[in-house]
């Protein structure tokens, strides 16, 4: 809020700068800064906290605090005023309240032989100083009681009000009300209403409407000082689209016991300032449920405790006594603290504490290091395994990138979208749903880099997420080259099935399988499933051209995605050491002639499934197609390793030789070369 | 045959070979000297032959120094052999030689997110202070996200912090825990960490929270927090502010980094306070995190007995951070994924 410094030092008397004043303020109460400098005013911008906006979002609320923090009395307000002994407020109106909850206190009083008209320079000037219009004498001087004691009120035209009452209730589904503003609103039962005994005259709390309102022709009015309950006044204010100064205030919640000092400063100012007012004696107030006085325990022992300082027992009393607490103490250490209504924050001892602690100086508190042993941390496999992957796949080339974790309506085919979720409230269209893969992002990346990159090299790990599993953390990678020429085909698959192999070895995971399988989107020769024994542990293939033109992609872009948490499982499960073997491993090289079609993968499968049981393990080291070759062959060569916890005699290797040659004979319809 | 003769003959075959080897420029040319002097076939071999035809007396003394020519002369030969091959390497390498200016070719290295490099170095000074780090879930229950917090229906904090909200065909759905919405803040992990956990305990909480509000260059819509809570018999504010001044001092590689507290408010601690670091003399307050001490009633939900313990929880925006640590200007850069900025890191 906005406040003026003239305007707070006509209530206490400070010798401060405007920015004296405000570095006080901030380190003490609020933020606050010096915001403007008029011919002979500062306005500052204080950021009141919303805990304290119920009695701190006012000129005379902020005074208090700052008399608080520099020892200074505060002035008091006018608050006195002469009432018409022949006339009474009762005789004029009568005042039921429906809902007492959600009005805990209203005071009505009426004033006759009005005289409407402009206000005074010095009160337009100190509107205009707000941004607020003036508009007549009594609604200035109700905005500006506002501004300097933070309780919002209201005044009707009595001629206007239909039956000489005011109800305040619920709104009737199907009323309507045409507000100050120009404004006209449909109201239900959710709204709060002040009503006469025919139709709502205002929206409680938020705004006055305009058949009720103050006129050149008014002469008579009833000024109102209510209290309404903060939730349903946020929730109307809400639901309308319609936030006033007043709806702020009430939001916040107030003191009920405010109204009256309101109602009574209001009538004190215009008796002042508009000759000839009558003030009906007698104030209709309806008060229910008493706000009384809370008293809090604070022991003070536990406040050095809290805050780690040693806080004089005098200097706690001083300072709850200048936020206008009385004090009980028992014993030393012990402190019986009534504190004001004004001060609806104040429920509990580490509220007080809190008090003690700012007005002492929070910048004055010494560090001191926490004298509780020393426990070593329990580490986080999962953070330990991220990291671990960030590095070996920055090692081989990758940057990482953070993507939004929104993904667009455009982005997603329909009979995809049932399997996502959803945000009610989007950002915009383009952040609607959460996003089910990383992918998304990273090929939205490609573009904007082409335009300064021959090569893009990404990965991202990070959380996705999906109706069926909500959110799971991921992995993904993508390489895109712009080139989409290729010396060997399948290179970009297969460098980045390379960088992935170098992953796998660097976390301990062997035999992962790739199956090969079509996708939309993906290119249908290459793209393939990742899976480590019955586990589906992730993809990886080209993308197919044709999406890439959509997006407008040059080249040849390859990605993977991989769940990351089921990665970490295998890890898990993998974490075992195997001894190394004293005795010598044998290697024999194996090249043979099979059909083009004919997958790595199958003749691995032949190999391992010929019954040859000493074999450790089989490497493909040269592949060759070309002219030399029969039509439709290819030349694989393989190393295969045969090892025992013996030492092998020739004899037996070329026994296991012969059962995988003739396997790959008899199933592949291999050529042995 | 003269004996004089004899001897001659040794002196004329040394002097031979000496001359032949000092005029042999390569390594062929020596090995036929080899073969044509002292090989098997060979003019010292000769020479042997010629030994019995001599008188006795001299058979000895020719012999001897026979021997010690073919000594001497191998020697020389080796030497040579040595000389030749040092000097054939040596003209090789020479025609190897490069020009050492050229530009080197590397390994191209990939960069670490700034935020993960920033996150690092915020997890190793915290858990060099005993503190563990844990992870949450970055879709929240409204119970956690607000209600556990001491931040209740129609508080104002709710108004503070707008909220990203999960779409569910239940349209409206009563039970807080069963009410989704993307995490404001990482602080939902203080309830639920105290759920499952005794005190004394520390621990920190990395980790992605939403916003819904406008971005500009200090606002996204998602971005980083760090979480920190430490609860014991007698943890104090005082703690935290040497805690602070500890990290920071730390994470900004400085003899010491100045802190200030200043009252701020946050539903879930009380007091409240706003930390504000200063790195260098007469330079302004940087305003980076919100802390406090933990509220009676979020050690309440969490089903702590009143009175038992106390202790701090704050707040860190990673994103601000690392913009302060490496000055860079707009938030919205960090997801920008542009890798111009990216490959600076």
């Known amino acids: 809020m906005k406040f003026s410094y003239n305007f707070l030092k006509k209530y206490i008397d400070i010798k401060l700068t405007p920015e004296k004043l405000a570095e006080l303020l901030t380190m003490h109460s609020f933020e606050c800064a010096v ?59 009568s005042v039921s309240v429906t809902e007492k909850n959600l009005c ?73 009300i045409n507000t100050l503003d120009g404004g006209r609103y449909d109201l239900d039962e959710d709204v709060l209403v002040i009503a006469d005994s025919k139709k709502p005259a205002a929206i409680a709390g938020i705004k006055g409407g305009l058949e009720t309102g103050i006129s050149e022709k008014t002469r008579t009015i009833v000024i109102e000082s209510a209290n309404f309950e903060s939730g349903a006044i946020k929730r109307t204010s809400r639901t309308l689209g319609l936030n006033t100064d007043a709806a702020i205030r009430f939001s916040y919640g107030i003191d009920p016991n405010l109204t009256e000092f309101g109602m009574n400063r209001v009538c004190a100012l215009i008796q002042e300032i508009i000759p000839g007012v009558k003030i009906a ?148 269209e383009d952040f609607k749903f959460l996003r089910p893969e990383l992918t998304f992002g990273l090929l939205k990346n490609i573009k904007n880099n082409f335009r300064f990159f021959e090569k893009v090299k990404f990965f991202e790990s990070g959380k996705v997420f999906s109706a069926s599993a909500s959110e799971r953390l991921s992995l993904a990678g993508i390489y895109a080259v712009k080139e989409s020429k290729e010396n060997v085909a399948g290179r970009r698959f297969f460098e980045l099935k390379g960088d992935l192999d170098v992953l796998f070895e660097n976390l301990g995971i062997t035999d992962c399988q790739y199956n090969s399988a079509v996708s939309k989107w993906w290119h249908p020769g290459r793209f393939a499933h990742i899976k480590y024994g019955e586990n589906f542990l992730g993809i990886i293939g080209e993308v197919n051209p044709a999406t890439l033109a959509v997006l407008d992609i040059p080249g040849r872009v390859a990605m993977f995605h991989l769940d990351f948490e089921k990665l970490i499982e295998i890890v898990e499960e993998e974490r075992e050491f195997s001894p190394i073997s004293k005795f010598p491993a044998v290697i024999r090289d194996i090249s043979i002639l099979v059909g083009r079609e004919t997958k790595v993968d199958d003749v691995l499968n032949v190999i391992h499934g010929a019954g040859a049981e000493l074999v450790k393990g089989v490497d493909l080291f040269d592949y060759y197609e070309g002219e030399e070759l029969p039509e439709g062959r290819k030349n694989l060569a393989f190393h295969i390793i045969y090892q025992a916890e013996r030492t092998l005699i020739n004899e037996e290797v070329r026994h296991e030789e012969e059962k995988i040659k003739n396997a790959l004979i008899k199933e592949l319809n291999a050529e042995i070369r | 045959m003269a004996v004089e003769n004899f001897d001659e003959k040794i002196n004329i075959l040394e002097k031979k070979v000496k001359e032949a080897v000092s005029r042999a420029l390569d390594l062929v040319r020596l090995d036929e000297i080899r073969v044509k002097y002292l090989g098997r076939k060979g003019e010292l071999n000769d020479l042997i032959k010629e030994l019995p035809g001599i008188p006795e007396e001299l058979k000895a003394h020719n012999g001897r120094r026979l021997n010690s020519v073919r000594n001497d002369l191998e020697n020389l030969i080796n030497k040579k052999s040595v000389e030749l091959k040092d000097k054939f390497v040596e003209e090789k390498l020479k025609k190897e030689g490069i020009d050492v200016t050229m530009p080197g070719r590397s390994v191209s290295l990939g960069h670490l997110h700034p935020l993960t ?58 039970n807080p825990k069963q009410h989704l919405l993307l995490r404001t803040h990482t602080s939902p992990m203080q309830a639920r960490y105290m759920e499952k956990n005794n005190p004394p ?37 005082a703690n935290l502010k040497a805690i602070f001044e500890e990290f920071f001092k730390r994470f900004f590689n400085k003899k010491k980094v100045e802190i200030r507290f200043r009252p701020g408010y946050f539903p879930f601690v009380e007091p409240g306070i706003e930390v504000d670091i200063k790195l260098e003399t007469g330079s302004k307050w940087l305003e980076v995190a919100g802390a406090g001490m933990v509220h009676p009633k979020v050690f309440k939900a969490a089903g702590y ?36 900025f990216l490959k600076q890191f």
């Open chain 1, 104 to 176: 805990p206190r209203y005071i009505a009083k009426v004033l006759t032989d009005v005289k409407i008209g402009h206000s005074p320079k010095w009160l337009k000037n100190a509107l205009a100083e707000f941004n607020i219009n003036s508009h007549n004498n009594i609604v200035d001087i109700l905005n500006y009681v506002m501004l300097e004691i933070g309780q919002p009120l209201h005044a009707f035209d009595y001629d206007k009000l239909d039956g000489k009452k005011i109800i305040v209730r619920t709104a009737r589904k199907g009323e309507k």
């Open chain 1, 35 to 93: 915001f403007r400098k008029t011919d002979n005013d500062s306005i500052l911008d204080v950021d009141i906290l919303p805990n304290r906006s119920h009695d701190a979002l006012s000129h005379y609320g902020l005074v208090k605090e700052i008399a608080t923090l520099t020892k200074k009395p505060l002035k008091k307000l006018k608050t006195k005023f002469r009432e018409d002994s022949k006339i009474k407020s009762g005789d004029f109106i």
């Open chain 1, 281 to 428: 004696s007698g104030k209709i107030d309806i008060y229910p449920k008493k706000f009384l006085l809370r008293t809090i325990k604070l022991n003070l022992d536990y406040l050095n405790k809290l805050v780690g300082e040693n806080i004089k027992p005098e200097f706690v009393k001083i300072t709850l006594e200048s936020l206008g607490a009385k004090i009980k103490i028992v014993g030393k250490k012990l402190f019986f603290v009534t504190v004001p209504t004004a001060r609806l924050d104040l429920e509990i001892e580490e509220d007080l504490i809190e008090e003690v602690f700012r007005i002492y100086g929070c910048m004055n508190l010494k560090g001191q290091m926490p004298v509780a042993a020393i426990t070593i941390p329990k580490k986080n496999d999962v953070n330990f395994l991220i990291n671990k992957t960030r590095d070996i796949l920055t090692g081989v080339g990758f940057s990482e990138v953070y993507n939004y974790s929104f993904v667009g309506d455009k982005d997603i085919s329909e009979d995809y979208k049932s399997k996502l979720i959803e945000i009610q409230n989007p950002a915009s």
């Open chain 2, 117 to 174: 490099k920033v996150e690092r170095r915020i997890e190793d000074i915290f858990q060099s202070m005993g503190f563990s780090v844990v992870f949450g879930s970055e879709i929240e229950s409204e119970y956690y996200n607000f209600d556990a917090l001491n931040i209740s229906k129609d508080h104002p904090a709710r108004e503070m912090q707008d909220t990203f909200w999960i779409k569910n065909p239940k349209s409206e759905i009563q």
């Open chain 2, 305 to 340: 007995i009143p009175g038992k313990q106390q202790g701090f929880a704050f707040g860190v925006g990673l994103d601000r951070l690392s913009m302060i640590y490496y000055g860079i200007s707009d938030i919205r850069l960090f997801y920008s994924s542009d890798f111009r």
């Open chain 2, 201 to 237: 305990l520390r621990i920190i909480v990395p980790g992605r929270v939403y916003r819904h509000e406008a971005t500009d260059a200090s606002h996204e819509i998602q971005f980083h927090q760090i979480e920190g809570l430490m609860v014991g018999e007698d943890i104090s504010l």
